[in-house]
């Protein structure tokens, strides 16, 4: 009986002690003192901003968009296209106006057997960090009408691949001809 006493007693210091702790003001010591505490970083500094890259852009003199349309919506996709091609001859800007220069759209004759069919955009002189993302070029030139534009192309697509290319070989010049 006497151990169990000793135990009760030494439980009710202990938390008495625990909690006469708990109330003391002062807080606790580091375990190192401040001068051997590692030093904080500061925040960095805000960068300045960056230019934003180009959602659809090219790194190379030259690129492609392949183009899988479904068939069924190949009528609203050319609609779209034309509107695309008015936005780039519409825009004051001289970038737009460039890209309007190198920008051919060819159409497969051959649908794909799901009946896709592939619409190919080259780029003979692509404009290097320039945005070629459709639906920014038509928002530029058509602010109020860019959301149904932007309905029908999404309609529209079954994939959507870009390409930056480079030229490796021409081949209308003869073997070893300059």
Partial sequence: MRTRLTTLTLTLVLGAAGAAFAQDPQPPQPATPPAEQEPQTPPAPAMPEQPVEPAIGFTTDSG?????????AAAD????????REALHKSENPARRQQAASWKVYKGTDPLPDGSITYIFMFDSAVKGVDYDPVKILSEAFPT???ALYEKLKAAYVTLNKVSAT????M???????
């Fill in 64 to 72: 492609m968009m392949f183009n899988v349309i479904k068939g069924s």
């Fill in 77 to 84: 996709f050319e609609m779209v296209l034309a509107r695309l």
């Fill in 145 to 147: 009408e860019v959301n």
């Fill in 167 to 170: 030229m490796i070989m021409d």
């Fill in 172 to 178: 209308s010049t003869a073997p070893g001809g300059m």
